[in-house]
């Protein structure tokens, strides 16, 4: 996959910069995902079983928002 972040802010402090890089690198790494349930979709259904993973095929087949985000796909 792919893992990017924008330029961060220099009102950010330097320990939470630090982190969030930090974090990227896990994630790109394949150290870390962040869809590893549980998960559910946005309607609150199940979608990621407790240590279950999504693989870089499922994600790019995604058609809704998890659990916690608002808003709509685009069309």
Not at 9 to 22: E, G, H, Q, T
Not at 30 to 36: C, I, L, N
Request: no cysteine.
């Amino acid at each position: 996959g792919m893992v990017k972040i924008g330029e961060i802010s220099n009102a950010v402090p330097a320990d939470v910069k630090a982190d969030a890089l930090a974090l990227r690198d896990s994630i790109a790494s394949g150290t870390y995902s962040p869809f590893t349930g549980p998960l559910n979709k946005q309607d609150g259904s199940a979608w990621l079983a407790a240590g279950e993973t999504a693989d870089d095929g499922t994600l790019a087949g995604m058609s809704f928002y998890v659990e916690g985000l608002t808003g709509d796909i685009p069309n």
